[in-house]
């Protein structure tokens, strides 16, 4: 017992976690006068010993030894305790133990050995014989573990040389709760203290009593028998304790073997000396320390070979993925620090075969271990068996689903390719490029990394270069290398995610934008090559890359959660940048735009630049000049291009530059007044001129492409800027009018007049919400009536982009309406009737889930690859806009079920898109989403029973389909079922009433014709909670109102959902009798399986059955997160009488609340666990190599 002054009382839950053990005399341990396991022969001795056991438990608190110390009373503790409280008692409590060795070994190793014990959180005691006769060599092997059920104790008896230990402890310590496991800020640093405890123990003993032959054989001895044990606790703490001794006594083997060398050279030296000055009792001392040495080198490496052969071998493979991790982790930790000794093949191939593991955990283990020892060049030579042998392995692992583990071995990688000459092949080295575009950004940067050491920086100069070989493939310059790798990786619209990846290696010769634009500018390179016109679009789009990325200081779109939160120095380098980027391209980019002004996909990159300014820079530095360029060259593009990117990065950049508080927007301002007011007069004229050549019956193809081009200008800009003042509205509404009335507009000209007509009508609604004048919001009245229409007709002959145009139009209404806008409440009778929502639906259903016939089979295997890529693009953004309606309210949610229906089908399609729309609904209204679920399965049912000729065919591949697609509904709801409890209930009372809709007689005894669609609803029987699934069983009893005589297999779907929803005996019997007569006649239950009884059903009824009752029992026994008490479980049922679509019966409520609660958390679709023997046991084998 250790002594510690007045610290005992404070420990967290000393109450809760003190092992209360029984340190007995030396003699009497020696006398084996002790109560063990092999002595309880009578029930009168087993019962004494449960006592004596409750009796220590109870009486914990007042066994503290007391005793003077200065004058002081001070409680001692135990080593447990003081090893929980923090290292900085960690040394004295060595030094003491070490004494009390010293003075008394036996009773200091029991109490180090109740450490041990209690550390796993075993509340029990330990007691102890001394194994001294020979002939009792059978007991070692015939060590126990076994449960004693009269006493209720558990008892682990096992060897721990010379003495035969016998641990007992009460049952409930398999409940998976000891130290190691515990959260809380004071068990999260237990773990630490308890390997510190281990290494200062072996470090004090490292110099006396470590090589006595008692000591740390016992303690082998001891941990080797905890971690043969079945319980989990003992396993894990008893391996983390050999696995951390086996370090420390590796790391005390380095030291004894250089003492042994230093001994050894220095006997050499005085044999060497002349006889004359050679003492022999020198040589003979320096003799006695290298033999000294050398036995103690031999003492550390039979301890080190014992606890890896015992302990080790045993539990590298536990079934527990951390005691493997332990395993593994220090594995590689033995082979840093004593390479000599661990590091070989015999070791080496543990490492290799733990990167197969299926636990992330493990496997990141050994991936830090390997970094450890590649990181150092002077092991890699060790290394080369190994490396052949799992190279493959580690190239793949970059593909891991685990992110950390991808990270770590992308890293570990990178180390093999800087140590280990030739190790990846080219091959290998172009696949791992690719990991630069991955949407997990470590591993990205990682790879980043790879791609910079390997290709980018001067040491890659010559390394293996991308493929192809390039006409710089072989450039010393890294910006080409970068432009070539980007072009031969053939993946041409990610430059911001490659740049993005290598932002952290690469960042001082990406933000070089001197030396880009130099190279853009100049017409020939010096060497005489120039740039090919790939290869400068590839350098314009790094440039805007690189820009936005020093501008923006986060993550491009995809790759990253959120946006990143700068410190205080992240925030500085932003703004330096930015005022870099300014000064650099203001007077730049005007020559850019100039020299590649007829270039649309190189101008709309450039044309993005000034949107990152710091636009303060143009007046304080007095550049005003260069702006009347900037403006001058974006003027002469707009009137150039009609390409919709050059459109649309041109008025967002003029939406920037005229921002109303900086200095620079009168001058702006002005020069985008002159340009819209020069493209509103080229569009008047145009449809001027359209409306004289007798309404457009006469227009050639260049007066139709000039329209175009002039209403897509207009429309861009009108996108970010308010025109309203040039009245475009009766421009384009006249022109749509007249498609509607004479249907001879060509079909180029009709989306940008859509989009000019709702830009119009978005910035009137935008000035009726802050002015509201009466006048206006009469006249927008008006407007959106015509819109409608005209929406409406577009719609009908199958316009997608009128459709998308309508959806975000209604979801804009309804969005003012939540806002509860008082004019814009007006608006809303323009919002979708009955006849436009079944518009909508039908063209969602023609344009998105329409299947192709053969014809267009052949013309979709026609298309390559990204063709068919936008096409699903443009079904998805249709859906997406259409589920946008739903999920706001603007469409009824009824409409949903149409969608649900596709779930199945389309789900590597459109399964994230319908199923983050049905946990909207769900959360908007969870009583509607659910009768919109049972509605999707209600029609497919009818749809089903209408295509078969008579009775519903089980086996069929449509009704297979329609079960599968009810149980992936079921799985969305989770695992709370007290949260989805309201709506489960209700597909179960709409499922019960649709399937005994029908009904011949109304009495119930004619087979009702959806009785089928039980066998549906039955696989939501596994989401209700115990009182839920009585009061289901009650609600079907009212459809049946006598016994029937069940013949044939009609009744089966009866059958099964009835045994669904029954749990036991005892439940069945007060189900039946607080409602109607069952039908069935009596059931009885069995403690393993449900039996229907032979009145009414015949023998092939009850045999199918049967068979299905396991796994019916499983699903019964899944019990709610919150249901562990009987008090919360019957305000549950007082919440569920409030809340359900039905009542429950009066009787039924009594006999619910006379029953116990007898179930934990379990997992929704397994199998109920036994919780009274929670065990893990290691079911593989060790193979004990040599």
């Known amino acids: 017992m250790i002594a510690e002054p007045n610290t005992a009382s404070n420990l967290p839950s000393q109450k809760e976690n003190a092992v209360h053990d029984e340190i007995l005399p030396e003699s009497a341990v020696r006398n084996g006068s002790c109560v063990r396991n092999g002595n309880l022969r009578t029930p009168r001795d087993k019962r004494k010993v449960r006592e004596q056991h409750e009796n220590t438990r109870s009486s914990s608190s007042s066994r503290r030894v007391s005793r003077l110390q200065n004058g002081e009373v001070v409680e001692a503790v135990t080593l447990f305790e003081v090893v929980s409280m923090g290292k900085q008692a960690m040394q004295c409590v060595v030094d003491d133990w070490v004494e009390a060795y010293k003075q008394d070994r036996n009773v200091a190793l029991l109490d180090l050995i109740n450490f041990f014990i209690q550390c796993s959180g075993c509340q029990g005691m330990v007691t102890a014989e001394m194994f001294q006769s020979l002939h009792k060599k059978d007991v070692m092997q015939k060590m126990t573990e076994t449960f004693d059920e009269e006493t209720g104790l558990q008892y682990k008896k096992f060897m721990a040389y010379p003495w035969i230990l016998t641990v007992t402890w009460p049952v409930d310590m398999d409940n998976e709760d000891y130290p190691l496991i515990r959260t809380g800020p004071y068990w999260k640093k237990f773990k630490a203290n308890f390997c510190e405890f281990i290494a200062v123990l072996v470090q004090q003993c490292q110099c006396s009593i470590l090589y006595d032959s008692y000591l740390v054989d016992t303690v082998i001895s001891l941990l080797t028998g905890l971690a043969d044990s079945m319980v989990r606790a003992f396993r894990h703490t008893s391996t983390l304790a050999a696995m951390k001794l086996l370090t420390v006594i590796a790391s005390v083997h380095l030291n004894l073997d250089v003492n042994k060398h230093n001994a050894q050279r220095l006997c050499e030296v005085e044999k060497r000396r002349r006889s004359g000055k050679r003492t022999s009792y020198r040589l003979g001392r320096l003799e006695r320390k290298r033999k000294e040495c050398e036995h103690k080198v031999l003492e550390m490496q039979n301890m080190m070979n014992a606890l890896f052969k015992g302990i080790f071998l045993n539990r590298y493979r536990d079934v527990i993925p951390e005691i493997r991790a332990i395993c593994v982790e220090e ?44 990181g150092r060049k002077e092991l890699v030579s060790r290394m080369d068996l190994f490396t052949s042998r799992f ?45 630069v575009y991955a949407t997990h950004r470590p591993l990205a940067a990682a790879a980043g990394e790879f791609l910079y050491k390997r290709l980018l920086s001067h040491e890659g100069d010559e390394e293996v270069k991308p493929k192809g070989g390039g006409k710089f493939g072989a450039s010393t310059d890294p910006l080409k290398r970068l432009i070539c790798f980007f072009l031969e990786s053939e993946l041409h619209k990610h430059v911001a995610y490659l740049i993005d990846s290598l932002w952290d290696w690469a960042g001082k010769f990406l933000k070089d934008w001197e030396r880009m634009t130099t190279l853009l500018l100049k017409n020939t390179e010096e060497d005489g090559e120039a740039l090919s016109d790939a290869q400068e679009s590839v350098l314009i789009e790094i440039i805007l890359a690189t820009v936005r990325e020093a501008a923006e200081g986060h993550p491009p779109v995809g790759r990253g959660a959120a946006k990143k939160i700068l410190s205080v120095k992240e925030k500085k380098i932003q703004l330096e940048d930015c005022t870099k980027i300014t000064e650099h391209f203001i007077m730049v980019l005007p020559q850019l735009l100039a020299k590649y002004s007829t270039d649309a996909q190189k101008v709309a990159n450039l044309l993005q630049i000034p949107q990152y300014y710091d636009l303060d820079v143009y007046t304080t530095g007095h550049l005003e000049k260069h702006l009347d360029d900037l403006l001058r060259e974006m003027k002469d593009i707009v009137t150039k291009h009609s390409d919709v990117s050059v459109l649309e990065a041109s008025s967002k950049t003029y939406h920037v530059l005229c921002s109303e508080e900086i200095a620079i927007y009168s001058q702006a301002d002005h020069a985008r007044t002159q340009l819209v007011d020069e493209l509103m007069g080229q569009l008047s004229q145009i449809l001027d001129g359209f409306w004289q050549k007798e309404e457009g019956n006469c227009m050639d193809a260049g007066e139709i492409s000039r329209m175009h081009s002039a209403l ?46 709702y830009f119009s009508l978005l910035w009137q609604l935008a000035a009726v919400l802050e002015k509201s004048p009466k006048e206006t919001l009469s006249v927008l009245r008006r407007e959106l009536r015509c819109f409608s229409q005209i929406c409406m007709f577009f719609l009908h002959h199958k316009n997608k982009d009128a459709f998308m145009i309508l959806c975000d139009w209604m979801l804009i209404l309804s969005h003012q309406d939540s806002n509860n806008n008082g004019e814009a409440i007006g608006l809303m009778g323009y919002l979708p009737s009955t006849s436009l929502q079944e518009k909508l639906l039908v063209f969602i259903q023609e344009h998105v889930f329409m299947e192709e016939g053969e014809e267009g089979k052949e013309e979709e295997e026609r298309k390559d690859e990204s063709c068919r890529l936008d096409d699903l693009h443009k079904k998805r953004s249709l859906l997406a806009a259409y589920c946008k309606l739903i999920v706001y309210n603007v469409v009824e949610m009824a409409a949903a079920a149409e969608i649900y229906k596709h779930y199945m089908k389309t789900y590597n399609d459109f399964g994230d898109i319908i199923k983050e729309t049905l946990s909207r609904t769900r959360h908007n209204n969870k009583i509607q989403s659910a009768k919109t679920l049972i509605l999707c399965l209600q029609q497919l049912f009818q749809a089903h029973a209408e295509s078969q000729d008579s009775n519903v065919d089980f086996s069929s591949a449509s009704f297979i389909n329609m079960k599968e697609l009810a149980r992936r509904f079921s799985l969305t709801f989770g695992w709370d079922q007290v949260k989805s409890r309201d709506s489960v209930t209700m597909i179960h009372k709409e499922g019960i009433e649709f399937a005994f809709q029908g009904a011949a007689g109304g009495d119930g005894k004619c ?33 049946i109102r006598a016994p029937l005589p069940y013949r044939g297999d009609e009744w089966h779907p009866l059958i099964w959902y009835r045994n669904s929803l029954l749990l036991n005996e005892d439940e069945e019997s007060s189900v039946i009798s607080s409602s109607v007569e069952c039908p069935v006649g009596t059931s009885k239950m069995s403690s393993f399986k449900r039996k229907l009884s032979n009145g009414s059903l015949p023998e092939t009824s009850q045999n199918e059955a049967a068979s299905k009752a396991p796994d019916l029992q499983h699903a019964s026994q899944l019990a709610s997160a919150a249901g562990k008490s009987r008090k919360r479980l019957k305000s549950q049922e007082i919440h569920l009488q409030k809340h359900l679509p039905f009542p429950c019966p009066a009787r039924l409520q009594r006999s619910y609340c006379k029953d116990k609660i007898k179930t934990e958390d379990i997992s929704e679709l397994g199998p109920a666990e036994d919780t009274t023997e929670d065990v893990d046991i290691d079911v593989l084998d060790a193979d004990q190599d040599s």
């Open 331 to 374: 594995a590689g930790n033995w082979m840093k620090m004593y390479p000599d000794g661990f590091l070989n093949d015999s070791y080496l191939k543990y490492l290799g075969w733990m990167l197969y593991d299926k636990q992330a955990e493990v496997r990141l283990k050994c991936l830090l271990g390997l970094q450890s020892i590649y």
């Open 391 to 435: 190279k493959d392995r580690i190239v793949s692992m970059p593909l891991d689903k685990d992110h950390e583990v991808a990270v770590q071995a992308m890293k570990l990688l990178m180390l093999m390719s800087q140590n280990c000459e030739n190790v990846l092949s080219a091959e290998d080295c172009e696949m791992l490029y690719q990991f």
């Open 712 to 757: 897509r200008r207009v429309a861009a800009f009108h996108n970010a800027h308010d025109l309203t003042k040039w009245n475009l509205y009766d421009k384009t509404s006249k022109l749509l009018v007249f498609e509607m009335e004479h249907g001879s507009l060509p079909a180029l000209m009709i989306l940008p007049a859509l989009q000019c007509t």
């Open 1007 to 1039: 087979l009702p014709p959806n009785l089928s669609f039980l066998l549906i609803i039955g696989e939501f029987s596994n989401k209700l909670l115990k009182p839920d699934k009585r009061l289901v069983y009650a609600y079907l009893q009212r459809y």
